[in-house]
């Protein structure tokens, strides 16, 4: 996974991006046999070279890392919390070795070798790099330093983008963000920067371990961020329609993370990542996230189905007197990506909490035993892909894994009973049952 070169007083180290992860034991003994052999070298200089790669192939370690947390059950949180303190320590050697670590960035960098690059005391990147920390996306937390090391090199506020949306920044932009020190235009002028900084004596170290350490764009009690973190909370939920805990979490730890000294700051960031590696949100994104797609006459026939038993359902409730604002706020309380459209004039109605949650329920059963009914006559009983199908191209919930799995996650008794009072055109058809299983 690593490769050396040493020349003269500079050792470089290479590795792929995607190799990285604190989950790997193979990743783990080499890294630590790199640290300890890095600590023992008379050095002037080490360059830690970290490939992301431009066709985005995965590696093995990611999918194990994947399968990992898919198993991932309650009783092995203490095993998972272990396994992050052994990396962090790791990590921490690199924070604190006497000699410069520089990193150099290339292609798309990101998660744990992004943290990996953040452990080093200096970040040079090509232009045409892009760093990015897109666990959210699959309802984790980021870890192994990569949270706490993003807060404390970028500031909170500035942070907030790259960690609680997951969003890519470009090398301009991660250098705007204090995330690099520098960014070469191609590989000629990274090797003169290289040079530059062995020849003008680069700084080891890291800024947080430094006496007067100052947050980057104010303190966690000025002014600016008290009033930031007063609506962020809010925002947040109006973004995620509550379904999603891993924003939460992340800003959560962000912010009691700066609270402590950086060792604490990590012991905090790991127990938010299990929190949210064991939540079933986490496992059903993660899922979703492995199933390839399976492009087919019958799989676009599945999602048209899919779309419009929900178009039918939505004309009925409208045909009912029901008014486009509750409809909205119905789709939107299930976390339907396609929502109602808008009218400048709806009707006139009562309509209460019991209304909004019946048509909530109406809108995803509807969707959902269309799935039951196609999945077999157009999928060949193909579950996993049925859910992909129903979330991908016809708007069902993210979070819920799926339209078949959201019937297996109530559970046969629970759905089958709130079927039937959503009326008899609601009943599923026999034998439904096998599919959830």
């Not at 790199?34 to 999918?63: F, K, M």
């Not at 706020?329 to 019946?358: F, R, S, T």
Request: aromatic share 4%; charged share 20%; glycine share 8%.
């Amino acid at each position: 996974m690593i490769t050396y070169h040493q020349q003269g007083d500079s050792l470089t180290l290479n590795l792929a991006a995607r190799a990285v992860s604190p989950f790997n034991a193979a990743f783990r003994r080499e890294l630590k046999a790199a640290v300890e052999r890095i600590e023992a070298a008379p050095l002037l200089q080490v360059v830690l070279a970290i490939d992301g790669g431009a066709d985005g192939t995965d590696h093995p370690a990611h999918h194990e890392e994947l399968e990992q947390l898919l198993a991932l059950a309650p009783e092995q949180a203490a095993d998972c919390m272990r396994t992050l303190a052994d990396y962090n320590a790791l990590l921490r050697r690199l924070d604190l070795l006497n000699k410069p670590l520089i990193a150099t960035l290339s292609g798309a960098v990101e998660g744990h070798a992004l943290g990996l690059a953040l452990a080093c005391h200096h970040r040079v990147a090509l232009a045409d790099a892009s760093i990015a920390l897109p666990q959210v996306k699959l309802g984790l937390a980021p870890v192994a330093g990569e949270l706490a090391r993003a807060v404390r090199l970028s500031g909170l506020q500035a942070a907030m983008p790259l960690l609680l949306e997951g969003k890519p920044l470009s090398a301009a932009q991660a250098l705007e963000a204090g995330l690099l020190h520098d960014v070469a235009a191609d590989a000629g002028a990274l090797t003169e920067q290289l040079a530059a900084l062995l020849a003008n004596g680069a700084a080891a170290g890291q800024p947080w371990d430094a006496k007067g350490y100052r947050l980057p764009g104010g303190a966690l009690n000025s002014a600016p961020l008290q009033t930031l973190l007063q609506v962020a909370p809010a925002m947040l939920r109006q973004r995620t329609r509550g379904h999603y805990p891993a924003p939460e979490a992340v800003l959560c730890a962000m912010v009691e993370g700066l609270q402590v000294d950086f060792d604490n700051a990590l012991l905090i960031e790991s127990r938010y990542f299990c929190q949210c590696a064991l939540g079933a949100v986490a496992k059903n994104l993660i899922r979703l996230s492995r199933i390839p797609a399976a492009p087919s006459a019958q799989a676009e026939q599945f999602a048209a189905t899919l779309r419009l038993a929900y178009l039918d359902e939505l004309a009925l409730l409208r045909a009912e007197g029901l008014p486009a604002a509750l409809l909205r706020h119905a789709a939107m309380a299930a976390g339907l990506a396609q929502l109602p459209p808008e009218e400048a004039a709806a009707p006139a109605a009562k309509a209460g909490a019991a209304d909004v949650e019946l048509a909530r329920d109406r809108l995803l059963y509807a969707q959902a035993l269309a799935a039951l009914r196609g999945v077999d006559t157009l999928l060949a009983g193909d579950v996993d892909q049925a859910d992909r199908i129903s979330v991908r191209d016809c708007g069902f919930p993210a979070h819920s894994g799926g339209a078949l799995r959201f019937i297996a996650t109530l559970g046969a008794t629970r759905f089958a009973a709130r079927a039937a009072q959503l009326g008899e055109r609601f009943a599923p058809a026999p034998g439904w049952q096998k599919l959830i299983q």
